[in-house]
């Protein structure tokens, strides 16, 4: 699920721009229901951004 996810964000930029990739990566980890739902797969997506060169994706949440 993981690679799922990471490859729809990597998608999203690819095709049209920073700003789609970083509203892919909100809509999967930004939020109590998407965290509830998704969040146990955010440190692997994380480490795939990173890897394969999509770490300005990645978005910090402020608390």
Known sequence: M???IAE???D???A??????QA???AYFVGDIQQ???GKYQ???DMICNTDGYA?????ANN
Do not use: P
């Open 2 to 4: 993981a690679a799922f």
């Open 8 to 10: 729809r964000i990597k």
């Open 12 to 14: 999203a930029r690819d």
């Open 16 to 21: 049209c721009g920073l700003s789609a990739g």
């Open 24 to 26: 892919k990566y909100s």
């Open 36 to 38: 509830m739902l998704y």
């Open 43 to 45: 440190s692997q997506v």
């Open 56 to 60: 300005d994706c990645i978005l910090i």
